[in-house]
């Protein structure tokens, strides 16, 4: 999946990673999501998430490498949440790097 279907957003070495527009434009309405556990670590050729979506099934690759700090519980109880632009419920993961 190309870098312009998933935003970052860094604060002291810790990067937000969640999907743009484009991205859930690309991918339809998300259904299932599964996203590595806290303190794996990632490069950039590691999968981020692997997402089942009414367009596409897709492994979405890491834009940083870290070890995952944080991960969004809601999106893994209820993969729609990845559907909404609200930044605040709808991002990935946290990698520190």
């Keep these: 999946m190309d870098k312009k279907y998933y935003w970052t957003d860094e604060d002291n070495g810790v ?18 999501v599964s996203i590595p556990k806290v303190g794996t670590q990632l490069s950039t050729t590691d999968s ?7 367009k596409a099934v897709s492994d979405i690759p890491s834009p940083v490498a870290g070890k995952i700090i944080d991960v969004n519980k809601k999106a893994e109880d209820d993969p729609s949440v990845l559907n909404g632009a609200d930044k605040t419920t709808s991002w990935i993961a946290k990698i520190q790097k």
């Design 48 to 54: 981020l998430l692997n997402v089942e979506a009414d």
């Design 15 to 32: 990067v937000t990673v969640g999907l743009t527009e484009d991205g859930r434009n690309e991918l339809g309405n998300i259904t299932f």
